[in-house]
């Protein structure tokens, strides 16, 4: 017997499309997932839908669960929260996270999904890789007591960051970011708002985020001696420019990269992806981060919704994926199995 669902697809560059898919019954050692909700990722799962993926780094930026290949046809995307329909007594009912595109339902090995604790709501879980995202970031940087540190970018990543930062004894940090509205949310994560022109200088630590090419010249200008900027943007395959006259070497400053898909090699030895996944979701039990889901839709509309989304539309933070019994999908657990492009198992 299968089961079907739906899941949302980069037909080609700009144009995404939901198709049908049918599951197979999960094996031993599997389970299967009922989504509750997804999140798009604005920064990659955007530069994926534009087909800006650099065909040197395809094959690294594929996501755990994706299928087809860049530029596309592909199924991509991390952020997904559900709940388990079947699998292993310890998991049946669970509400799960697992870096897992946006589909109604799916099948993985049961040690793909990480039990979402008690205290985290599934709206709020799917900031989870995000969360993840910037601990590596601060796993890497390794703040001191007492810090000036700045975040250049507040968009998923950078308010992420600051949330964490801000927990820090003693820090003084600042939010950067060239839209004002975004003070509100630095205030509500715990950390000072400034727009680049006013931002604080003398910093002996800049987290950039914004992804764009001035927000990087900005982050270096912001440094003290010595001082460092630590870069998560990904740019896809566009080149920036970084001025590295003038002051940069008198300064003795530094420009470090941070990528999630390692673990730090200070932590290395002593912590796994699933530690570093479990202690993002401990740290989701704080409703801070609530302000950052900031606009939602329905799984049925993000066909419509992601080329406004990749077009730099209005600004939003996480874009929450909602999931109800999609057409198609009965109860009973059966598929339609004369509907095109339901044969293929997922998951196994």
Known sequence: MQRAARAFWLRAPGRGEIRPVSLS???????????LYSGVSRGTETLVFRGEVPESQREA???PFQE?????????????????????????????????????????????????????????????GTVETAVN???????SLGD??????????????????????????????????RAGVARALGAEFALPEEAAAARDLVVHTSATEAGLARSLELLAPDGEVLELSWYGDRRVSLPLGESFHS?????????????PPAHRSRRTFADRLALA?????????????????????????????????????CRLVEYRTVEGEDESGTADEDRPGTGRPLGG
Not at 157 to 178: E, H, I, K, M, S
Not at 302 to 312: K, Q, S, W, Y
């Open 251 to 263: 300064r003795r400053l530094t420009v470090r990269s941070s990528q999630v898909g390692a673990v």
């Open 148 to 181: 000036r540190i700045t975040v250049v970018g507040a968009g998923m990543v950078g308010c992420c960051v600051a949330a964490l930062l801000a927990r820090y004894p003693a820090a003084r940090v600042q939010l950067v970011d060239t839209d004002p509205t």
């Open 25 to 35: 019954v999960p094996d031993v050692g599997e389970v299967m997932v009922r989504t």
């Open 281 to 317: 979701l401990e740290l989701l039990a704080d409703p801070a981060f609530d302000v950052l889901l900031t606009e939602r839709c329905a799984f049925e509309d993000l066909p419509r919704v992601m080329p406004g989304l990749a077009e730099n539309g209005p600004s939003a933070l």
């Open 61 to 63: 930026m594929r996501a």
């Open 137 to 143: 970031a601060l796993w890497d940087a390794a703040p």
């Open 68 to 128: 087809g290949d860049f530029p596309g046809p592909v199924k991509y995307g991390y952020l997904n929260v559900g709940v388990v329909e079947q699998g292993p007594p310890s998991l049946l009912g669970r509400t799960v996270f697992c870096l897992y595109p946006h589909q109604t339902r799916y099948v993985v090995p049961a040690d793909a999904v990480t039990v979402v604790p008690d205290s985290v709501p599934p709206a709020r879980a799917v900031l989870a």
